[in-house]
């Protein structure tokens, strides 16, 4: 049973770029929780995907976009980068019908530098 | 700040000593779960108490939460050099899908 898989693992980007990264999720789970991890800091929630639409959302800039895919994987995308968007993004997925919304299973993170 | 507070930031101790770290809030919750992070890689969760619980155990782990004083600890028993990690814990404010808020995680060394 294949956990949460994201990529690219590492990425570098110069300021001004667009990025997107990827998720899939733990077999069975159908939403998906994105969170930016500053180098020393704890997980930021960005936002969080459910039936192809964005149903949370934290409090981050419009730059940072994402969509679902009817598979249940998804992209995150971020526009106009700046250089206090270097950090580890991760990826969570849950699924109120696969022991519930409680847990979440993160993938391993894409780390991402901009220059 | 609705996010809980580890203390300390950083514990450092020699292998099969007990390691304790704590967790502080100041919002209601409805439960709060830990979780441990390697190496800046992804996390794993360890445990999950809810707010009308008291302590849970899972193998070595041992949580205990106070929701009148806003704290949790969590004490890892007979420590390994394997437990070198991050530890953090996430508040759940509401039942349902609402997002885990994170606190910055305390940095845990143990040495062999």
């Known amino acids: 049973d294949a956990g949460v898989t994201q990529s690219p693992t590492h990425l570098i980007k110069t300021r001004g770029q667009q990025v997107t990264l990827r998720c899939s999720p733990k077999?069975?789970?159908?939403?998906v929780s994105w969170y930016q991890q500053a180098l020393g800091q704890g997980p930021q929630f960005i936002f969080q995907y459910y039936e192809e639409e964005e149903r949370q959302r934290g409090n981050f800039p419009d730059r940072f976009s994402g969509h679902q895919f009817p598979n249940y994987s998804s992209e995150l995308n971020v526009n106009a980068l700046l250089l206090g968007d270097s950090a580890l993004y991760l990826c969570?997925?849950?699924?109120?019908?696969?022991?519930?919304?409680?847990?979440?299973?993160f993938g391993p993170g894409t780390r991402l530098l901009v220059l | 700040s609705q996010q809980g507070e580890e203390d300390p930031q950083a514990l450092s101790i020699q292998e099969g000593e007990n390691a304790t770290m704590n967790c502080s809030y100041k919002?209601?919750?409805?439960?709060l779960q830990w979780y441990r992070q390697n190496s800046g890689r992804g996390l794993v969760h360890l445990i999950l108490?809810?707010?009308?619980?008291r302590e849970k155990h899972s193998g070595r782990l041992r949580v205990t939460l106070d929701t009148s004083k806003k704290s949790s600890s969590l004490l890892i028993t007979a420590s390994r050099a394997a437990d070198t990690a991050s530890y953090f814990c996430a508040l759940r404010l509401n039942s349902g899908n609402t997002p885990l808020v994170f606190g910055k995680g305390t940095r845990l060394s143990v040495i062999a």
């Open positions: 969570a997925s849950s699924s109120p019908r696969a022991g519930g919304l409680e847990t979440q299973y």
């Open positions: 077999s069975g789970h159908d939403t």
């Open positions: 108490i809810r707010s009308n619980e």
């Open positions: 919002t209601s919750i409805n439960n």
